[in-house]
Every structure is written in structure tokens, then in C-alpha cells.
């Protein structure tokens, strides 16, 4: 079976505001700060399993620095530590079409700001974002964003 994918066709969003101005080579890391299993090894070397309800995570996406999502997440943080002092919390969705991926972050929140890089050349931004509820996967067919298409 022969398959593609585009890097333009990946969307990504943040308080339903859509990041635009990916970096090049890779532009977003998605990962859960925990393993899903918890491994207990007894003294005879019996193993047992738990699993791990900490589904905290991280992503971090990479902007180019003339993206305009630059702008948009500077002003989120710019209002909280300097304004209105309320913290921006939404969800991030990650999707691409060609199904490698879905990906959505409940109750995510702008955790760290990008360190900012000027030279001769085009620089990249990183923004690292962290998040209550860290749910992703490949999609199959069917899979819609909210996950309502699942079926195992």
C-alpha cells in the first residue's frame, strides 16, 4: 500500500487559534512526561504491572521566527505575566491528515517561552507547552478529532 504525507497539510491549534509557520526539518514534539506502565520487580524477580494514571505531557512546537503564531502566543503570555494575570488554559489539537497522527491536549498552557535567537540567518522559535491530559495516536479510518470514531 502506498502512502504520503505532506508537512503542509498538518493543522495545529491552540485555544481553537490556528499555529501556522512551521520551522523546517522537524516542528512539533509530542511526548507524555510518564510511562503508560509502572514496573515493580519483587526480590525473586517477579514482575508486576501498574498502570500509570499520570497522563500529563508536553508538546513543543517549532516556529520559524517570522511566524505570525509568534505574535498570537507572545500576547497570551505577555497578558498573563504582565496584565490580567489569568493563566491561558485550552486545547491543543495536532492532526495529519494522512493519519499518522491525532493528537489532543486538555487543559494545555503555555509553559515555557521560546528562547529567542537572531542572526545572519532565519531562526526558529520554540514553544513548549504543557498539559493535563495527553491523548494521542495514529488515526485509522474513521477517527474523528474528538476521538468519537474510535472503535476497538
Not at 500529563?56 to 520559524?64: F, K
Not at 505574535?71 to 505577555?78: M, P, T, V
Not at 493528537?103 to 503555555?110: C, G, K, M, S
Amino acid at each position: 500500500m502506498l502512502n504520503s504525507y505532506s508537512p503542509k497539510n498538518v493543522n495545529v491549534s491552540f485555544q481553537g487559534i490556528a499555529v501556522t509557520g512551521f520551522a523546517p526539518d522537524s516542528f512539533i514534539r509530542i511526548s507524555r512526561n510518564e510511562d503508560v506502565l509502572k514496573e515493580t520487580v519483587g526480590s525473586a524477580g517477579n514482575l508486576a504491572l501498574t498502570h500509570n494514571a499520570d497522563k500529563t505531557g508536553t508538546i513543543e512546537i517549532e516556529l520559524m521566527q517570522t511566524s505570525e503564531s509568534n505574535i498570537a502566543l507572545s500576547a497570551l503570555l505577555f497578558a498573563f505575566e504582565f496584565t490580567t494575570g489569568i493563566i491561558p488554559v485550552g486545547q491543543i489539537i495536532v492532526q495529519d491528515p494522512s493519519g499518522s497522527n491525532l493528537t489532543l491536549a486538555n487543559n494545555a498552557y503555555l509553559k515555557v517561552a521560546p528562547e529567542v535567537e537572531l542572526g545572519a540567518d532565519q531562526n526558529s522559535r520554540t514553544w513548549t507547552f504543557g498539559c493535563e491530559e495527553l491523548v494521542y495516536t495514529a488515526t485509522p479510518d474513521g477517527f474523528t478529532p474528538d476521538f468519537s470514531g474510535f472503535t476497538l
